[in-house]
């Protein structure tokens, strides 16, 4: 079992920054990558940025150059670092955890997630 803790989230204006953090514990693979997904009312769940034990980053396009992803493997936890926040990035953000396959460069289905935490961003 995997546990998920999230921290971080809250109401900000239009252009400003908040930075979540998501510490993970238990059954964890060696090789892995955690990461972060949004859902907004009424839209599906959608990838905003992800980075495995390596360093490797994905990002959602409209979030690059603004949002930075990080981590420190030795307490096994991820930040993310967003700036210049729109209305429209208005969510729950949601941590998530999943086994890598460095070989393939494939990344497994989401083991575990986090219970989210809401961002709110005014105009």
């Known amino acids: 079992q995997v546990q998920l803790v999230e921290s971080g989230g809250g109401l900000v204006q239009a252009g400003g920054s908040l930075r979540l953090s998501c510490a993970a514990s238990g059954n964890l693979f060696s090789i892995n990558a955690m990461g972060w997904y949004r859902q907004a009312p009424g839209k599906q769940r959608e990838l905003v940025a992800t980075?495995?034990?390596?360093?490797?980053?994905q990002y959602l396009p409209s979030v690059k150059g603004r949002f930075t992803i990080s981590r420190d493997n030795a307490k096994n936890t991820v930040i993310l670092q967003m700036n210049s926040l729109k209305p429209e990035e208005a969510a729950v953000y949601y941590c998530m955890f999943s086994g890598y396959n460095p070989y393939m460069t494939t990344y497994d289905p989401p083991r575990a997630w986090g219970q989210g935490t809401q961002v709110t961003v005014s105009t």
């Open positions: 980075i495995t034990t390596g360093g490797i980053t």
